[in-house]
Structures are given as C-alpha cells and as structure tokens.
C-alpha cells in the first residue's frame, strides 16, 4: 500500500506583490522559496517519505506509510499561514492499491485539490472592530513604525529581510555568496527600486515574467508507460536545474560582466537587477530598463538549449516573456499584472504556429489608465488603421508572421548612430495619428534624404520604404519604445 499526497499553495502572487516596497517583495519572496525548501523538509525527514515534485507552490509526495503523512497533514498548513499571512494551503491523499504509481492516480490526486481549492477557507487572521489597518494594504495593523500602522504580512516580510536570507539571490549566482567583488569594491542586490535605474543609462525599471511553453501536454506524457514517479522527479528536478542554469549564465553575460568591463554603470554598489520568483519553469525579475531585451534573449536561448541537452527532458523545450516597462514609482502590482498578461499574449500568438517558438512581448506604461493589453491596444497602440502593436518577438530567426528580436535590436543600433532620422521617424509616428498621406510624404521624404546623403544602406537595413507592411503594422513605435529609454535619448 503506497499513499499520494498533494499539497498546493494558494495567494502567492497577492502575498509577494501586496506591497509597492521592494524590500518587502524581496522579504515575501524568500519567505516563499522557503516553503518549498526548507520548511517542509523538517516533516518529510520524520518518515520514509519520497518528494516527487517541490516548486512553484506545489509539493507531491509519495509514502509508504499513512502515519508518516500525519504530520505534515496536521501541522504544514499551520506553519505556512503562521509564517505568511494571507496564504492558504489546499492538500489531498490518495490511497494506492499495490506498489505501482500510475497517470490515473496523479489526476484523481489534481482533481481532489481543485475540490479543495474551490472550497472557502477560514480566515487565519481576524480583525476586530477598531483596529487601526495599514494604509498600503488595509490589512490590520500589528505594531506601528513612527506613525505608520504596519500589517503582519508586512512585519513578516521585513524580518525576513533582516535575517539576511538571500535564497534567490544565490540561484542567480550559483555559489553560496550574496554579492560579488568587482575591482575589489564589493556589488550587492538593492532593496530600494531607486537602486536599479539612474539617470545615464535608463531611469525606467522592466518588470519581467517569463513561463514556458506546452509544460502541461508535456508533463501529460510522464503519467504514460512506466516508472512514472521516476521519470515525473527526474523531469522537475531537471527544470529546476535547467532554469536556475539558464538565469545563471543570462545574468553573467547581459549584466555582470557589463559591469565588470565598465560599458554598463551602477548605482550604490547595487546591482541593477532583483530576482523575485524562481520555481520550475517560472521567473520573475526586475532590472533597468536598458538591459531587459538582452538578459530576455540570453534566458530564453539558454532554456531552449540546456532543456535539449539534458537527459531528464530529452527535447528543446520554448519559452514566452513579457516586459513591462514603467517608472520605478509606478505601483508594482499592476506593473506584475501587466508582465504577466503580456505573458500570455506572447504565448497565445505563440501558438498560432506548428512549432511553438520562444518570443517576447513588451510594453511602455505611459498612462496612469489601468486596463487590460487588448484596452492599451485600442487606446494607445492604434493610429487609424495602423497598428503599433507589432510584436510579439520570437528569440531565433523569423517565423511565420513574426518578426526577431535580433532585427529589432538592428534597427535600434542603427538609429542610435543615425539620430536626425530618429528624430524624423518620431515625428511620422506621430503624423499617422494626424494624416496617414501626410505621414506618406513625410517617409518619403526621409527616404529622399537619407539616399542623397548616400545612406542607402541604412534605408535598406530599416526597410523604410516599406515602414507600414502588409498586416498594416509597423516596427517603429517598438524602436522608438525601446529607444526612449535608453542613453541615446539623453544625448539626442
């Protein structure tokens, strides 16, 4: 007799992005990775107890023995809503005639935890009338700091900061340290978003999350044929290490080593750039502005490579990102939802293909509106009939209708040494809002100059006598986009 058990952690994302602080976002991550990790570590090791699967809010185990889950059944719950306030925690078993595990079993076992999930659960925390609530988060108050009520969740938070946990942060290194020596001055991660950006490079953050692509059609076929838990664990470690692989070597070459030979600068001694989530296929981070394209496009080919060399998955898997670009003031919570949401846009225009590729879509919040993408589409990407919501952008060569990252960043090198058409092409963007034929003649005029001063190539390399395709979209509003927050507008 062997026995199943399920556990998965709900209210993660409203837990980590309740606050705008990024020091206590920080605080909320580790204190996540953690329950993953080291907080359930103390029950399993009470009993002869296998972990299959321990990441992104989701632990499956599998026992020989009912008793040796009574703890964890009892007290694991207790733990984590103790710990962090406001998340919950679903868990079902099941019991499993003989010694072998089968796909049938692992989806009784999800569809017992949806059941679960989809049950209301008793508030932990209660407040009781005249408690004074956090302004930030109106969640009552548990101690006051000056004259500001602070809540539990983010009292807990704030500790966990002060322990000097650096769990993420280590992944992103891949060694046991929290900071890094560069010409003997000692660089660490911020706490404080006016950390990441400056005033030279980007005083804009990008928010960005990325997912991978089919994980549940491929985790489908695991439950198939057999050594079934085997084959699960070894494919969740495998992603698991393939991901924190991918960060590592991404993080080196778009950020670190920028840093170490001087083209990239720094502000306090502080990296410019946070990891917030890690856990499976599943990442969040913050950086400035002007190394996102690049720590984006490094991180997805890293994963399409390092999935398809390793044994435990067998094949190139594919990723999607979205970027949201916004002021480091801008509430962090929409900031993520956007990320997200992009997310999935990038993934759903995926999708429309054979072959699923790794691509990356963007946006520039540049509106105190909140709305979906598809109301910033309407309302902000679109000049008549033309459209400026061009991506998204696959990381490996043109495919289907898509464009690449890697022509997108052509074209933005070569309007950073050619700024008077930079200049020019922003004035036609904002021509197609007023006059599609006056915008006609403007391009035409561009195209005029730019052959007289013999730069037909820079005509050719932009494709300028074509600005406007076929699907009536165009590039340049992501140029442009891109371009504004970077070094060159400061000098234009």
């Not at 499976?280 to 002007?290: L, Q």
């Not at 690049?294 to 997805?300: I, K, N, R, T």
């Not at 919570?333 to 963007?362: G, N, Q, T, W």
Request: hydrophobic share 35%; aromatic share 8%; charged share 25%.
């Amino acid at each position: 007799m062997k026995y199943l058990y399920g556990a998965s952690i709900q209210g993660i994302q409203k837990f980590i992005f309740g606050t705008g602080k990024l020091k206590e976002i920080v605080g909320a991550s580790e204190i996540v990775d953690s329950i993953c990790h080291e907080q359930y570590k103390k029950y399993v090791d009470k009993g002869k107890i296998e972990t299959i699967v321990r990441a992104a809010g989701n632990i499956r185990l599998l026992a020989d023995d009912n008793k040796d889950l009574d703890n964890i059944v009892k007290d694991f719950p207790k733990d984590i809503v103790t710990m962090a306030s406001g998340i919950q925690m679903s868990q079902a078993m099941i019991e499993i005639e003989g010694d072998t595990v089968t796909g049938d079993h692992f989806y009784e076992l999800d569809k017992r935890l949806k059941t679960q999930r989809n049950k209301v659960q008793r508030p932990f925390e209660i407040t009781a009338l005249g408690i004074d609530r956090s302004r930030r988060t109106g969640n009552s108050g548990v101690k006051r700091d000056s004259s500001v009520v602070i809540d539990n969740a983010s009292e807990q938070k704030q500790q966990e900061v002060k322990s000097g946990s650096s769990r993420l942060v280590k992944k992103i290194l891949g060694k046991d340290d929290t900071f890094v020596e560069i010409n003997g001055n000692t660089i660490k991660f911020p706490y404080y978003m006016d950390d990441i950006v400056n005033d030279i490079e980007s005083n804009w953050l990008a928010v960005i999350h990325a997912d991978g692509n089919n994980l549940g059609k491929i985790i489908q076929t695991l439950f198939e044929g057999d050594n079934i838990v085997e084959r699960y664990k070894s494919f969740s470690s495998a992603l698991k290490d393939v991901t924190e692989q991918s960060l590592q070597k991404a993080f080196s070459e778009t950020i670190l080593e920028p840093i170490i030979n001087g083209t990239k600068k720094i502000n306090n001694g502080m990296f410019p750039f946070r990891p917030i989530i890690i856990g499976g296929d599943d990442i969040t981070v913050i950086c400035r502005a002007d190394l996102a394209l690049d720590f984006v496009s490094e991180y997805l080919r890293n994963f399409e490579k390092y999935t398809q060399e390793n044994e435990s998955i067998h094949h190139k898997l594919t990723a999607c990102a979205g970027i949201a670009f916004v002021k480091p003031k801008y509430p962090f919570h929409y900031a993520i939802d956007l990320a997200e949401e992009l997310c999935r846009h990038a993934k759903k225009k995926s999708k429309e293909l054979d072959e699923v590729p790794s691509s990356i879509a963007f946006h520039k919040v540049l509106s105190s509106f909140i709305g979906d993408y598809k109301d910033i589409t309407e309302r902000e990407l679109t000049a008549g009939s033309v459209g400026f919501d061009y991506g998204p952008y696959v990381i490996s060569g043109a495919a289907g209708n898509f464009s690449s990252i890697d022509d997108l960043l052509q074209k933005i090198n070569i309007l950073k040494l050619n700024k008077s058409t930079l200049a020019d092409l922003r004035t036609w963007l904002g021509e197609l809002h007023k006059s599609h034929d006056n915008a006609a003649l403007l391009i035409d005029r561009i195209n005029q100059l730019l052959n007289e001063s013999g730069k037909q190539d820079v005509i050719d390399d932009l494709n300028l006598t074509i600005p406007i395709e076929s699907n009536n979209k165009t590039i340049f509003y992501d140029v442009m986009t891109i371009l504004s927050m970077m070094e060159v507008e400061n000098e234009s």
